[in-house]
T-cell receptor
Framework: DAKTTQPNSMESNEEEPVHLPCNHS???????IHWYRQLPSQGPEYVIH???SNVNNRMASLAIAEDRKSSTLILHRATLRDAAVYYC??????????????FGKGTLLTVNP | GAGVSQSPSNKVTEKGKDVELRCDPI?????LYWYRQSLGQGLEFLIY????????KSGLPSDRFSAERTGGSVSTLTIQRTQQEDSAVYLC?????????????FGPGTRLLVL
């Protein structure tokens, strides 16, 4: 399985943008990039996913490098509620065992008031 | 609508006892997953159910672990003869599996402590 690398932790201030990086240098052409986050004492929740083009939704934006070897999750205005562990996950669209999510350690985001 | 629910929220048991953990997926979701999250660790896949297909049990750590899904809805994860290393948060997720990139919706988890 293609691996992802994320910083262990990051800090941000409330109301400021946050850019969470993810490296996936061995990504294949059929891997989608997914982001989930896990708030304290809760199960993970879906944030966003994309393949090649940048994506936007109500929660965040996903910027994907042209060579797809890295991506960045962007929270436009961090709130205290955004403090969580953010996971960058690759899922192969071709099937096989890609239905299960393979979580790494993720990035622990701290948001300061 | 209602999300994935799990019960109990917390379970404390003694080493050697059996425990049952329950998951109620989102109505209409055909795929159901169990994951485990040990203290300070990432989430680890345990088992996957999809419709009437044979479940993928490849993530179960030992034969003390088993799971059932009755009627294509509720699932029960059973741990027999619990050990202290079984202490973890057990998370259930479901998805509609309309496509390969479908979103998984997670429940709040069951926190299991084996004394």
């Amino acid at each position: 399985d293609a691996k992802t690398t994320q910083p262990n932790s990051m800090e941000s201030n409330e109301e400021e943008p946050v850019h969470l990086p993810c490296n996936h240098s061995t990504i294949s052409g059929t891997d989608y990039i997914h982001w989930y986050r896990q708030l304290p004492s809760q199960g993970p929740e879906y944030v966003i996913h994309g393949l090649t083009s940048n994506v936007n939704n109500r929660m965040a934006s996903l910027a994907i490098a042209e060579d797809r070897k890295s991506s960045t999750l962007i929270l436009h205005r961090a709130t205290l509620r955004d403090a969580a562990v953010y996971y960058c996950i690759l899922r192969d669209e071709r099937g096989g065992s890609n239905y299960k999510l393979t979580f790494g350690k993720g990035t622990l985001l701290t948001v300061n008031p | 609508g209602a999300g994935v629910s799990q019960s109990p929220s917390n379970k404390v048991t003694e080493k050697g006892k059996d425990v049952e953990l329950r998951c109620d997926p989102i109505s209409g979701h055909t795929a159901l997953y169990w994951y485990r999250q040990s203290l300070g660790q990432g989430l680890e896949f345990l088992i996957y159910f999809q419709g009437n297909s044979a479940p993928d049990k490849s993530g179960l750590p030992s034969d003390r672990f088993s799971a059932e899904r009755t009627g294509g809805s509720v699932s029960t994860l059973t741990i027999q003869r619990t050990q202290q290393e079984d202490s973890a948060v057990y998370l259930c997720a479901s998805s509609s599996l309309r496509g390969l990139q479908e979103t998984q919706y997670f429940g709040p988890g069951t926190r299991l402590l084996v004394l």
